[in-house]
């Protein structure tokens, strides 16, 4: 007998990595500045980090 296939469905997830691919992969970009600051050039790339899970 063969499978049922899934009453669900693919998840949320496979759903978007099939229809976004490498957009899901955005590269850094600078964070926003607060009003009333002027950007400064040299300040650092806000960063998705992953990896670690210390600060949740």
Known sequence: MAEKPSARGPSAGEKA????GKKLNRPAKPPPTMPG??????E?????????????
Do not use: G, S
Not at 37 to 42: D, F, L, M, V, Y
């Open 44 to 56: 650092p790339l806000a960063r998705r980090v992953t990896d670690e899970v210390d600060d949740l």
């Open 37 to 42: 600051k002027k950007a400064e050039k040299n």
């Open 17 to 20: 990595q099939k229809a976004l």
